[in-house]
């Protein structure tokens, strides 16, 4: 499944929702995105991961790098929902408190979905 990212401005950061499969094949890529992402909005970046359908180590890796990324800008990354997916692989590594999941699975209910900028789908 490819990979799609859409961004919105939200009033707490940039919230980022991504849809596919997030692993090696795609994960550059997808770094790069999250760079471009803190660059032009926000450090401060809210992923909504509840449309992942698979991630390995190598994209737990790109969510790792992007919050060192994101706290040397004085920002932040938090995830705002994950799926199941998602919440295995970070219960499976021992990496649940360091991205805790608010809503798990759920969009959170102050993220309206609409309004979204599709900036990448690969």
Known sequence: M????????????????????????????FQKILLH????YSPRLLLDLAG?????????????ITRRRAEMRKGSVRLVAA???VRRVLTATGMKDVFPVWGY?????????QGFRLIAGF
Do not use: I, K
């Not at 009033?11 to 890529?29: A, K, M, R």
């Not at 992402?37 to 032009?40: S, Y």
């Not at 390995?56 to 790792?64: E, F, I, K, M, Q």
């Open 83 to 85: 799926s199941a997916t």
């Open 37 to 40: 992402v803190m660059r032009a």
């Open 2 to 29: 490819d990979l799609t990212v859409r961004v919105r401005c939200g009033d707490h950061g940039t919230v980022v929702q991504v849809d596919g499969d997030l692993d090696f094949q795609d994960v550059e890529s």
């Open 105 to 113: 699975g759920e969009t959170a209910p102050s993220l309206n979905l």
């Open 52 to 64: 992942v359908s698979f991630m390995d180590c190598a994209g737990l890796r790109a969510l790792l």
